[in-house]
């Protein structure tokens, strides 16, 4: 039903900036919920940030003001800017999809249906 694909990964020095892609596949991508998660080798997975159909956000306190999610529903497309990135930032970070009613937490990675392969992001200090 929905494929995703993640993009823009790569390395970067402490304080630089990323801009990660998502890009999905499906007819009604436009009324689903997506958000970013990451995982760093040994730990659970994290949330980062959600996006509903209509464009409201929502983000971990450990990234607002960091980051930014946004969505081109016209293209089925997903991005996640990431500005002033710190070494804890390194992960891999998936996409995430669910369809926008089941009355569960966006932070709950259970709560999507759909994800992505990953992308690896690594900051150096």
């Known amino acids: 039903q929905v494929q995703l694909v993640e993009s823009g990964g790569g390395l970067v020095q402490a304080g630089g900036s990323l801009r990660l892609s998502c890009a999905a596949s499906?007819?009604?991508?436009?009324?689903?919920?997506m958000a970013w998660f990451r995982q760093a080798p040994g730990k659970e997975r994290e949330f980062v940030a959600n996006?509903?159909?209509?464009?409201?956000?929502y983000y971990a306190d450990s990234v607002k003001g960091r980051f930014t999610i946004s969505r081109d529903n016209a293209k089925n497309m997903m991005y996640l800017q990431m500005n002033s990135l710190k070494p804890e930032d390194t992960a891999v970070y998936y996409c995430?999809?669910?369809?926008?009613?089941?009355?569960?937490?966006?932070?709950?990675?259970?709560?999507?249906?759909?994800w992505g392969q990953g992308t690896q992001v690594t900051v150096s200090s």
């Open positions: 996006i509903r159909s209509g464009a409201s956000t």
């Open positions: 995430a999809a669910r369809e926008p009613s089941g009355g569960y937490s966006v932070r709950w990675a259970g709560s999507y249906i759909y």
């Open positions: 499906g007819r009604t991508f436009s009324s689903y919920n």
